[in-house]
């Protein structure tokens, strides 16, 4: 009974008028005759296929999940998964962003990142295979060898192969350093490679003709630690000369984990029997080299999170707005029924805008920064480049964890929405809550990102990519301070900055005389940034609405409405996270660990 319809109107106003990237596109080579039609009909075209080809197969997907074949190791997918992966191949939607010289169609990330947002809202579980298949792509376009590249990335580009990243072992999550697969060098380049992965998302499955893992492992006498780490190539099945898929390697899943949602995407247990692959970049580098397809998935998975934020807001919106419950307490307002909509209720509207705030800041977040992606993939200038990196690096943990614990809020309160019904498979409802479950949870726990936050992009620096993101909003404020109507938006954005100053100061003299500090005050900190991240953004969003306010588009009044409910009753809640972030290491450590 759940619905989806892709929000190209709002994808549009936050493309074309917040970020008005078409004039962006004109500095890049790449993309200086990208304009708006050509976007907003690639954008219209992956809607339809999101909503028509992958939404029908999102239930039954959940419902029926994977199977594993245990004679045999072979996975088969949910009904109309396979098929539904030939249509995406065969559209060209694999190679969208890619790299023309390797088949694919060299348009922005921005554009692609708009895409994958209608696919997670669609169907989570599908789309974590292409999408894990897109991160491999990156990987080893930045560190193959020109023969891997010419192997491996017209088949990823294209999509008739798919990607993994196997990192985790059962003794191992997050610390990497713990792993002990094993790689052993042959004496013609290949190695022999020996282990145990689990939590490996696509890891085998019957879409694709051939599966390239992309694998962490230990040399002989490699150093202790995350300095011993390598990264290798490990396909499914061999691949012959001329570029064929040969026999099958010495790697296949052992196990399908059981889990509580995307029961859809095929999370195994991988066992590697002396499995060939090949190295990428140097020896005891790979971890450096993972990190580029670990980054992409953190962007991943906050498009994952955004997604499910969507689709939850619709489904709850209709139904509040269908749903007859009791009265309004100022009086009936739906006098010809019994009792009034749902939506007449405070409560109501309050979960619902909840939803929505968080929707369209997160879309405002995710091109935000896939739009410094391009710019930084598309400079020939070297400051341009190391500033646009710095600040993706700083966003990036963001996008990750803010997004997801969002999205986990919103989908709880859109499951409220429906009360006793949100609760009954039926609707859908309690699907989204669940795959949402795990966004806050892989690729780097949302504690692990605050840590990367605070003390590696905030304290590591000593604010100083911070700092440059805060003269972007300064310089905004400025340009924008003159106009009354912006004060209800400009001055808590500029109060959340100056309180952002003092607690980071704060915390790093803290931490000076105890690291643990970092640790107290992470999660609460990057919960804090992710709202400055947001006001300003929303605050920008505001600014175009305020210029179109007498247009008569409703579009614009309500995305007003919308602003004001965020810098009303979302974003105050800095306001005790900075407390609490304050509040330091010794309330939490003070317990004796045989006392819990």
């Known amino acids: 009974m759940s619905q989806y319809t892709p929000p190209l109107r709002d994808m549009q106003f936050v493309l074309h008028e917040v970020l008005q990237v078409e004039e962006a596109f004109k500095a890049m080579p790449a993309h200086a005759e990208l304009d708006v039609d050509t976007i907003n009909a690639v954008l219209e075209e992956g809607g339809k296929f999101a909503s028509e080809v992958l939404f029908p197969l999102n239930r039954e997907g959940d419902e029926i999940g994977c199977t594993l074949d245990t004679q045999t190791h072979a996975v088969t997918t949910p009904p109309g998964f396979a098929d539904a992966y030939r249509q995406f191949v065969d559209g060209g939607w694999a190679a969208l962003s890619c790299d023309p010289d390797y088949g694919g169609q060299g348009l922005p990330v921005t554009l692609n990142q708009a895409f994958y947002e209608m696919l997670n809202s669609a169907n989570q579980a599908w789309t974590m295979?292409?999408?894990?298949?897109?991160g491999a792509y990156d990987a080893l376009r930045a560190h193959g060898t020109p023969e891997q590249k010419a192997t491996y990335l017209p088949k990823l580009t294209s999509g008739e192969w798919t990607g993994t990243m196997c990192l985790t072992e059962p003794h191992a999550g997050t610390d990497l350093g713990l792993l002990r697969s094993k790689a052993e060098p042959q004496g013609d380049g290949s190695y022999r490679i020996t282990g145990e992965k689990i939590f490996i998302s696509s890891g085998e499955h019957d879409m694709a003709e051939n599966i390239i893992h992309l694998v962490l492992a230990r040399l002989p006498e490699a150093p202790a630690g995350s300095r011993g780490i390598s990264l290798f190539i490990v396909p499914k099945f061999h691949v012959n000369a001329d570029g064929s898929v040969g026999e099958r390697n010495g790697i296949y899943c052992g196990a399908i984990e059981h889990k509580m949602g995307i029961h859809g995407?095929?999370?195994?247990?991988?066992?590697?029997?002396?499995?060939?692959?090949?190295?990428v970049?140097?020896?005891?580098?790979?971890?450096?080299?993972?990190?580029?397809?670990?980054?992409?998935?953190?962007?991943g998975v906050g498009m994952q999170s955004l997604g499910l934020t969507e689709v939850a807001y619709q489904n709850a919106a209709a139904y509040a707005k269908?749903?007859?419950?009791?009265?309004?307490?100022?009086?009936?307002?739906?006098?010809?029924k019994a009792a009034d909509p749902i939506i007449v209720h405070p409560d109501v509207r309050k979960m619902l805008l909840t939803a929505r705030a968080y929707a369209e800041g997160g879309r405002a977040l995710g091109m935000y920064i896939a739009l410094l992606i391009d710019r930084e993939q598309n400079t020939n200038d070297a400051e341009v480049h190391r500033n646009t990196g710095e600040t993706i690096a700083l966003l990036t943990p963001i996008v990750k964890a803010f997004l997801t614990d969002n999205g986990w809020l919103a989908t709880s309160h859109c499951m409220q929405v429906f009360g006793g019904h949100g609760f009954i498979r039926e609707w859908g409802m309690e699907q989204y809550v669940r795959d949402n479950r795990i966004n806050m949870i892989y690729?780097?726990?949302?504690?692990?990102?605050?840590?990367?936050?605070l003390g590696r992009k905030?304290?590591?620096?000593?604010?100083?990519?911070?700092?440059?993101?805060?003269?972007?909003?300064q310089q905004f404020a400025m340009a924008n301070m003159q106009d009354a109507r912006m004060q209800e938006f400009l001055l808590p954005l500029a109060d959340l900055g100056e309180k952002v100053t003092k607690l980071t100061a704060?915390?790093?003299?803290?931490?000076?005389?105890?690291?643990?500090?970092?640790?107290?005050?992470?999660?609460?900190?990057?919960?804090?940034?992710?709202?400055?991240v947001f006001a300003y953004l929303w605050a920008r969003m505001a600014r175009v609405a305020l210029d179109k306010a007498d247009s008569g588009d409703s579009f614009y009044a309500a995305k007003l409405v919308t602003a004001r409910f965020y810098f009303a009753r979302l974003l105050p809640e800095t306001a005790s996270l900075i407390r609490t972030a304050r509040a330091g290491v010794e309330p939490l450590m003070a317990m004796e660990e045989d006392w819990f």
């Open 129 to 134: 295979y292409p999408g894990l298949t897109h």
């Open 265 to 279: 995407n095929s999370t195994c247990q991988m066992v590697l029997d002396g499995a060939v692959g090949t190295l």
């Open 281 to 299: 970049g140097e020896p005891n580098k790979g971890l450096a080299a993972m990190f580029v397809m670990m980054n992409a998935a953190r962007l």
């Open 322 to 336: 269908d749903r007859t419950q009791s009265r309004a307490l100022s009086g009936a307002k739906a006098k010809d």
């Open 443 to 453: 690729e780097g726990t949302n504690t692990i990102q605050s840590l990367d936050l």
């Open 458 to 473: 905030v304290l590591g620096d000593q604010g100083a990519a911070l700092k440059k993101f805060g003269a972007e909003i």
């Open 506 to 532: 704060e915390v790093g003299m803290k931490a000076m005389s105890n690291p643990e500090e970092v640790g107290a005050a992470a999660v609460d900190y990057l919960r804090v940034v992710g709202h400055l």
